[in-house]
């Protein structure tokens, strides 16, 4: 039963994280006006844009894989663009819903990585994960630039200035997708203290973590592997067959 009641909490934590940011979203629009206006576009702005939208790629690539038809996969990544968070939280709650109660009493989280479509085989291109690692190594470096840019050009962030309404919503929906990898993070780990180190440096360090924390992972895998068992712990792989690509 404890099983179960983590898929029906993770439905509830993601509708009202969904609720949350839709109230966020409506507020400083009502307040602040459109977000499409240059003198919001400072540079910590700027940075955090940046850090957010490489925190969405991941999150774009799992519901690429979730997908059985590129024009859904298409649909859904461009509100993940357009409309962040909400556009997670949505996706992420839908994928709990279509969990059968067998499923959600199994491994609730497994099963809402696992693309149902197709079950776990050896088919995908051995370089895919060469690939990733070294797209989420070029993605983690540029954010580390950019961090590194911004604060020697715009010094602290930690500024009472900056905090204007839209840079108040843009980390709320920073930090929801945040805790949707948080969520993965602590699925992924074997310990409790290993799920909550990474946390606190996803919370820390933002896009920077992400990105070091999937390549660690892809570099667990075989270069022959396919790229999506980078999504499940090594219990679920090693129930399917796949002991040896956890190194």
């Known amino acids: 039963m404890a099983i179960i009641t983590l898929a029906n909490g993770l439905k509830t934590l993601f509708c009202v994280l969904g609720c949350v940011m839709t109230a966020a979203l409506t507020y400083t629009i009502s307040i602040d006006g459109l977000p499409f206006r240059k003198e919001l576009l400072t540079p910590w702005m700027a940075a955090t844009l940046v850090d957010f939208f490489i925190n969405v790629v991941p999150l774009a690539t799992w519901v690429t894989y979730k997908e059985s038809n590129w024009i859904g996969a298409m649909l859904w990544v461009i509100l993940l663009v357009c409309f962040g968070s909400i556009t997670t939280c949505a996706y992420i709650f839908v994928q709990f819903l279509k969990l ?126 396919p790229i999506y068992l980078v999504l499940f712990n090594s219990g679920n792989r090693a129930e399917n067959g796949y002991e040896k690509a956890y190194g």
């Open 100 to 225: 059968s109660p067998q499923e959600s009493l199994q491994d609730p989280i497994y099963h809402a990585l696992l693309r149902h479509s197709s079950s776990l085989d050896h088919e995908g291109k051995s370089s895919s994960v060469v690939i990733a690692r070294i797209v989420f190594s070029v993605l983690g470096f540029l954010m580390l630039g950019t961090l590194i840019y911004t604060l020697l050009t715009d010094g602290s962030p930690f500024r009472k200035e900056l905090l204007t309404p839209w840079m108040i919503a843009t980390l709320i929906d920073f930090y929801i997708n945040v805790a949707a990898l948080s969520v993965w993070v602590a699925y992924k780990e074997s310990s409790w203290v290993g799920a909550f180190f990474w946390i606190i440096l996803f919370i820390c360090l933002g896009s920077i973590t992400t990105c070091a924390y999937i390549v660690l992972q892809l570099f667990r895998l075989s270069s022959q592997d």
